[in-house]
């Protein structure tokens, strides 16, 4: 993966042949750790147990398109970015 900046966050992006999920967790933890939040904290601002949230980041569920939306807007950037995804060129 290859880190840019991204609205001054910090984001990774995909390389072609990583599976999907194991991408996403490792993003998600990326981000969380980055802000220096702990998953209990994260997990209580998107209204989701502890549990479910470590769930995200261990690769195990697929988290809501509600949850993916609050979660991109607690870190301010897109969806895409989000979940490592790029456009074809």
């Known amino acids: 993966m290859e880190l840019f900046f991204y609205n ?13 999920l194991s991408a996403f ?6 981000l969380r ?5 702990p998953q ?7 209204g989701l147990s502890l549990h479910t949230y470590q769930r995200f980041e261990y690769g195990e569920q697929d988290p809501r398109m ?8 607690y870190y ?4 895409d970015d989000l979940v490592c995804r790029e456009w074809p060129r």
């Open 40 to 46: 209990k904290e994260l997990a209580k601002i998107l």
């Open 76 to 79: 301010n950037i897109s969806l």
């Open 8 to 20: 001054i966050i910090p984001i990774l992006v995909c390389q072609e042949g990583i599976d999907f």
């Open 66 to 73: 509600s949850t993916l939306v609050a979660l991109a807007d």
């Open 33 to 37: 750790e980055n802000r220096a939040i």
């Open 25 to 30: 967790s490792e993003h998600l933890t990326f």
